[in-house]
């Protein structure tokens, strides 16, 4: 481990890529519009919903990485994702997507997607989910984020406390924010001032930038992406 944490300073175009490490937890880079197609329609035969471009299956990922909310079992599935099992405790794995544009208490437990858009808040709610996108409020609530969660410009409220594997900042987004946050993985595609502290990868992608204080494992910094903050990276990253 470092003693001195490494100042960068200024925009930087040098790719600070470590291909060494074990990258199987890493995000997979530009896969961040990438939503489970939703489950709730029941009429809709082949095609998910999600981007409909003529060009069909090779539009849409056909493969989606499935967390178990229950034992944490990491799977990929084909096709359509709907209510299913898990490949390794078989428990029912609930699909639901939701979006809420209010307020909103309550519980859902899903390995879809949850958005909160602005205007929309959780409070005294308890969530389970596989991916959250916040661009609204939440309190007093417990959120446990089995794959990733997205902040855009309006993501308020208590985020520090949010349980999740992975962030990312929106691309169009403007997040500042005063707590530190942990994660595994942290992508930026938007703009990010705050401190964090990553067990994996930071990834900085072209046009975004990350100001603040930064402690990490590996360091990505990807050609026209911005970065001024105190720097410690910590090497690999612990088993
Ligand atoms: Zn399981």
């Not at 990438?34 to 069909?56: E, F, H, Q, V, Y």
């Not at 208490?105 to 389970?128: E, F, M």
């Not at 446990?144 to 594997?165: N, P, V, Y």
């Not at 990490?216 to 992406?225: K, T, V």
Request: hydrophobic share 35%.
């Amino acid at each position: 481990m470092a003693k001195d944490p490494l100042v960068i300073d200024g925009f930087a175009s040098v790719q600070a890529v470590r291909r060494a490490g074990k990258n199987k937890k890493d995000p997979h880079y530009g896969s961040s519009r990438t939503r489970l197609p939703a489950a709730s329609a029941k009429d809709t035969p082949k095609t998910p919903a999600g981007p409909r471009g003529k060009i069909g299956h090779t539009v849409m990922p056909d493969t989606f990485e499935v967390v178990c909310y229950e034992c944490g079992y990491t799977f990929t599935m084909r096709g359509q994702l709907r209510k299913t099992y898990c490949a390794k405790c078989r428990k029912t794995l609930v699909v639901d997507e939701q979006i809420i544009d209010s307020a909103w208490s309550g519980r859902v437990k899903t390995i879809g997607t949850v958005q909160v858009r602005d205007g929309g808040s959780l409070s005294n709610a308890h969530v389970v989910v596989g991916d959250l996108i916040l661009d609204g409020h939440i309190e007093d609530s417990t959120v446990k984020i089995c794959r990733r969660l997205e902040l855009g410009s309006h993501a308020s409220g208590d985020i520090a406390k949010i349980d999740t594997r992975d962030i990312l900042i929106r691309r169009d987004a403007k997040v500042s924010y005063r707590s530190k946050l942990h994660c595994e993985n942290f992508i930026v595609e938007g703009d990010f001032r705050g401190t964090i502290e990553v067990s994996g990868l930071v990834t900085v992608m072209a046009g975004a930038f990350l100001q603040g204080r930064v402690k990490a494992a590996r360091l990505l910094l990807h050609e026209g992406g911005g970065l001024k903050a105190t720097v410690k990276i910590a090497g690999k990253s612990k088993q």
